[in-house]
């Protein structure tokens, strides 16, 4: 009989947390891997060099690279770091700017805010990195060839070469 009882209590209390609270929609994100000395199109998700990209993985050397604005894009390091914050009206409301984000601001839950060229407003969450020597991933296996491989094992590896990142933007 307890048993019955314990379950049937947890059953009460579970519908009446449901039926008293209006849950908010969570928001859905974009997860992805910018290849390094890649460009990215956010509207298409598809990383060449089209006429359309807005964000450009640039490498210096081995420890330097920028996230560089493309073809009109503006950005800037959000001032908060809660993602959910974050509204297109939030970032509309932002002095967004053409100019790249270099490494030492680009670590792991760095948030940027962003206008594509096309006018889109989005959001953009640094959630880590990947090394030059890795391909077990789908955008290294979509967009790097054999011949790319060999080019990349053959250079000392880069700790920081790939950037994983999560997006959301607004039509």
Not at 133 to 160: C, I, M
């Amino acid at each position: 009989m307890k048993v019955f009882t314990k379950s049937l209590l947890i059953g009460a209390v579970a519908l009446l947390a449901i039926g008293c609270k209006n849950p908010k929609p969570t928001e859905s994100y974009t997860m992805m891997t910018i290849l390094g000395t890649y460009n990215l199109d956010i509207e298409t998700q598809k990383q060449d060099s089209s006429p359309k990209s807005d964000l450009w993985l640039e490498h210096v050397d081995k420890k330097s690279f920028y996230l560089v604005p493309k073809n009109g894009m503006k950005m800037a390091i959000a001032k908060t770091n809660r993602l959910s914050n974050i509204t297109k009206e939030s970032i509309e409301r932002e002095t967004l700017e053409d100019k790249r984000i270099g490494n030492d601001k680009l670590t792991v839950n760095t948030i940027i805010v962003f206008k594509t060229g096309e006018g889109h407003y989005g959001k953009l969450q640094v959630q880590g990195y990947r090394p030059l020597h890795s391909f077990n991933f789908p955008e290294a296996q979509t967009y790097l060839d054999a011949d790319w491989k060999r080019f990349a094992l053959s250079h000392d590896d880069v700790k920081k070469y790939n950037m994983v990142v999560a997006y959301k933007f607004y039509e």
